[in-house]
């Protein structure tokens, strides 16, 4: 059987001055959901449906919140999965997280952040320089230690 070709993502941009820049809708079979895109990849788009948010129990002040900080600070470094892991509440976000194949996604009307995940990172490293023999180390001490105590010691 022939793989099926998928469709090109139609994704269109919001961008006006009243709006958040993050937030975007999406359409898959025909329903639309109000998201913020956390990555997309060749086949599917990992998106927070803040739609279920309510329902699940978490408060959409304080999301919004941390997705903004998120936005400004480093949305062109990592995916918003990643702030959330950093701050510890990634079991409570992981409720509204959901995949969708992009066979089956219509539209995208927002921003779309494409991350590349799969291809290690690039780490340089120092060659460490051996001490030869006969060489004398002195470690310098330049603060004085000093020692808490108690008070009425």
Request: no cysteine; glycine share 4%; aromatic share 12%.
């Amino acid at each position: 059987m022939a793989k099926r070709k998928i469709p090109e993502l139609i994704i269109e941009r919001a961008e006006d001055s009243f709006n958040y820049f993050f937030l975007a809708v999406l359409e898959h079979r025909r329903e639309n959901y109000l998201v913020v895109v956390d990555n997309v990849t060749d086949d599917t788009v990992g998106v927070y449906i803040l739609d279920y948010a309510q329902q699940e129990g978490i408060n959409l002040k304080e999301l919004m919140t941390v997705i903004t900080q998120w936005f400004y600070r480093a949305s062109y470094k990592y995916p918003l999965s990643f702030e959330f892991s950093r701050l510890g509440v990634s079991p409570r976000t992981n409720r509204i997280y959901k995949s969708f194949e992009l066979a089956h996604v219509t539209r995208l009307i927002g921003k779309d952040y494409r991350f590349d995940l799969h291809s290690p990172p690039k780490v340089k490293r120092r060659r460490a320089n051996t001490i030869p023999a006969g060489v004398e180390i002195k470690l310098k001490r330049s603060a004085q230690v000093v020692q808490l105590s108690q008070p009425g010691e």
